[in-house]
């Protein structure tokens, strides 16, 4: 089963920036699309970016313009840059695969990493 370690949060001032990385283990990073969730306190887990093995990408709409995914293939790899942070982007991110955009995950959830936004 695939297993994804998320690193790069932190606390930031609005305006600002991070750069999220996340590590995937498994054979099937390659073959599927890879997404960027967040989760914030109260509320569920959503999906905020995704880009496919080709380099498609897709985002919801609150962060478009100011979050870039990207993947490595090679270094079974995804990161997720962050501009422009906004107090309401806080939230723990997680990433995962996919079969599809918006489909079920494919692997087990990880720890995430906590961004934290200050205005």
């Known amino acids: 089963q695939v297993q994804f370690v998320e690193s790069g949060g932190g606390l930031v001032q609005a305006g600002g920036s991070l750069r999220l990385s996340c590590a995937a283990s498994g054979s099937t990073f390659s073959r599927n699309v890879m997404g960027w969730y967040r989760q914030a306190p109260g509320k569920q887990r959503e999906l905020v970016a995704a880009i496919s093995y080709g380099g498609t990408t897709n985002y919801q709409y609150s962060v478009k313009g100011r979050f870039t995914i990207s993947r490595d293939n090679a270094k079974n790899t995804v990161y997720l840059q962050m501009n422009s942070l906004k107090p309401e982007d806080t939230a723990v991110y997680y990433c995962?695969?996919?079969?599809?955009?918006?489909?079920?995950?494919?692997?087990?959830w990880g720890q995430g990493t906590q961004v934290t936004v200050s205005s």
């Open positions: 995962n695969a996919m079969t599809v955009i918006g489909g079920p995950v494919l692997g087990s």
